[in-house]
């Protein structure tokens, strides 16, 4: 056996990655269910550098240098279950399966036993940046058994995205299914600042009276400060491309209705389950999902919005500054609930995450690069144990200053009748942490009211039944 690495699935993340270990210089096995993709592959790439192409799965096994590295890369789902199935059989204790496709974390945690009771190591990957990321280097989250990062982590870190400061992409996030975890979170992340920015975008078209080439501007201009940022790079371009077809702006041919595959939706859920408040994707998951409801919005497209005027050319002017400090204090909110919810998972699973290094890998090659990472692991690093990103001093004092502008928009935005559910539950976020009380004293109330689920005093320890259908008297409960 020749090969270091061997990668089975070779659409077009499969065949990329593959050429990515071999011009690095490793010898990559490479194998599909249907032969001709292999095939293609060595023909058109196989001078790229050192491949190994194999027909069957035993031919493919027997091509790699023990321990066997091996690489899935199929449809998501129950083929990646058929294809382990296939191969399992045919591995020696110690070698390693690594899922590099889209992977549920429940579906990594319950292979990642499988295969564990068998002395396999199941490595469940979160690779972002698409197919030219797979190419070029790619994001990587590799989740599994520390012993398996000893053998992978030099092969994966070769071929990840390199940081500004040169530190690849890559490192071991967690146990069993950690790396598709935070896989997830990042999408949900992304979730989160594309619709921050599509709010921006519809504000300053809407009311400053902005024109899709001008907003261009201002958004490449954004890029050069805090807002610095692969999303809102390519939303600058998208802005200024007009459609070859009709000479209009390209942003107004394209139907605005939304699609999603599913990773933010998966975010929400898993979040609703671990009880931790990430409303920001929420409402980007929920903003995609209205925009497609075509019957709803028929419906309702009669409905009176407010008599709103334009604004003056100055006016407008302030008003886009004030969208800049909105958006980057609502993507501050956004990015600190993603990473709460990290942190919860890692006590729920006890995967032990170093939250710093999470944004020190997705400062390439993902869709989320940006700047502003740094800013987070310079948090982490600064603090460990941060409880929340709004509690960093930096932060907290970036969102103090952005406070006023946030508040304006948001209620300039409902004045004009302009939809910002991103920017405004961010801001009922922030209002919702700062705030001294919280009228959940009265749902607590209102619960005790009607089903007895008692409440807490603030004055003093145990629970308590107010006898609310009886005399009105309390009685302590435990
Ligand atoms: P697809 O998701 O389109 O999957 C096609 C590949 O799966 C083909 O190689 C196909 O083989 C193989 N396959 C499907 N069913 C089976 C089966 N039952 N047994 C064996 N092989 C099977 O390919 P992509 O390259 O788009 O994505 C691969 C993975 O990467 C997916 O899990 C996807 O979610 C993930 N992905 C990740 C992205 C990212 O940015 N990280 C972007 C895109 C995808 P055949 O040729 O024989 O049909």
Redesign the pocket.
Known sequence: PTAHIGV????????NLARNFARHGHTVAVH???T??TKALIDEHGHEGNFVPAETPEEFVASLIKPRRLII????G???D??ID?FAPLLDEGDMIVD????HFHDTLRREKALRERGIHFVGT??????E??LNG?SIMPGGSAESYKALGPLLESIAAKAPDGSPCCTHIGPDAAGHFV?MVHNGIEYADMQLIAEAYHLLRAVAGYEPGRIAETFRSWNTGRLDSYLIGITAEVLAHTDAATGRPFVDVVADAAEQ?GTGRWTVQTALDLGVPVSGIAEAVFARSLSGHTDLREAAAGLPGPAAGGLSPEAAEEFADRVEAALYASKVVSYAQGWNMMAAASSEYGWNLDLGAMAAIWRGGC?IRAAFLDRIRGAYRADPALPSLLADRRFADELGRAQDAWRAVVTTAAGHGVPTPGFAAALAYYDSLRAERLPAALTQAQRDFFGAHTYRRVDAGGSYHTRWSGDRGEERTG
């Open positions: 089975t699935g070779l659409a077009v993340m499969g065949s599909n269910r249907t001709a993709r890369m199929v449809k998501a129950d083929p990646t058929a294809v296939e590099g496709g889209n992977a979160g690779i972002s940046g698409g197919e990321g797979a790619p896989k595959k869709i």
